[in-house]
């Protein structure tokens, strides 16, 4: 990889994706929409010389062009929000492709679970049938075969997959990133899903220098990879760990299907998660087996000091 431009630069993964870019010393665009966003995102990783800033709109595959100059690998990070996925998300994937296959690039396009329906196996490798019984499920399918779609003869690609996320740069549109920031701030917070339930839950700072690690090698594209987390947790050991991080113990509470549609009456995204809540019940664990095989050691931060070093990253910026 001799430079590298993440497309939709301050969300959650493209954030971390950036610093570990920015880390290992790799050339790399962040690009946004927001030139405010992007400053203030380079700033916090201390002015690196390795990292430009370019803005411009995603669905506009000229503007990526533009901004992409001299880059070999993208890493497709923007998204959209829930309640308009099925009209945005594969527009969107396709104004990448478009630019990444006139520019001859590798993408790194990173998604979630949600193309696999219900768990048929215990640990869930790449090969786990995709059957979706969702409409986001379906649209994400949709992507997929978008992505992988023969019509892009020269952009080559692979689909990286996370379960459901946290850290330092997940924010509000992550389930976990509301809920963080509020017991960080000692305020009351709300819980998507059930908190007695194990679920995986993986650190973005792990799962950024596991996507890099796959992005810098040529035989990793064509393909999905998992990236698992460190394991299942409750969501009441998840809370416990945050409150006690944080010195806080205001009310944490659980938003299941009556909470979040009537939530979902003024914030439109709300109502949308209710048809996913099936993840928060059926839990869907990915397996690293591939990862271990070809590439080397899933990188898994224990929970106790993931959740911890995110709430201390949250009380540090709210102080800022």
């Not at 966003?37 to 595959?61: C, H, M, S, Y």
């Not at 533009?66 to 998204?79: R, Y």
């Not at 006690?244 to 009456?265: H, W």
């Amino acid at each position: 990889m001799k430079k590298a431009i993440v497309v939709g630069a301050t969300g959650g993964t493209g954030a971390a994706i950036l610093e570990e870019l920015a880390k290992r010393g790799i050339p790399v665009i962040a690009f946004g929409r927001s030139v405010q966003k992007l400053e203030q995102l380079k700033v916090r990783l201390g002015n690196p010389e390795n990292v430009t800033i370019a803005t411009g709109d995603a669905f506009r595959p000229n503007d990526i062009i533009k901004a992409a100059e001299g880059a070999d690998v993208l890493f497709h990070c923007a998204n959209v929000p829930y309640h308009e996925m099925e009209r945005k998300l594969i527009p969107l994937g396709e104004s990448v492709m478009v630019a990444a296959d006139q520019l001859d690039l590798k993408v790194v396009a990173i998604d979630g679970i949600y193309p696999y329906g219900r768990r048929q196996m215990d640990r869930v490798t790449e090969d786990h049938p995709k059957q979706p019984h969702t409409r986001k499920g379906k649209t994400r399918l949709a992507y997929e075969k978008m992505l992988f779609d023969r019509r892009w003869s020269r952009a080559k690609v692979m689909i990286v997959r996370l379960p459901d996320y946290y850290g330092p740069t997940a924010n509000e549109a992550s389930y976990l990133g509301s809920t963080l920031e509020a017991i960080a701030a000692g305020k009351m917070a709300f819980f998507i899903g059930n908190l007695r339930i194990p679920r995986e839950f993986v650190y973005l700072p792990d799962a950024a220098f596991m996507i890099t690690e796959l992005a810098g090698r040529d035989d990793t594209y064509g393909e999905n990879w998992h990236i698992p987390g460190a394991g299942q947790i409750s969501g009441r050991e998840f809370v416990r760990i945050a409150q006690q991080a944080s010195g806080s113990a205001k009310p944490v509470v659980p938003l299941g299907r009556i909470g979040l549609s009537l939530l979902g009456m003024g914030v439109p995204v709300m109502k949308e998660v209710v048809e996913m809540l099936y993840l928060t019940e059926e839990p869907l664990v990915l397996s690293g087996e591939k990862y271990v095989r070809l590439i080397g050691p899933v990188r898994a931060t224990a929970y106790e000091k993931g959740i911890t070093d995110t709430i201390r990253a949250w009380q540090n910026k709210n102080r800022s």
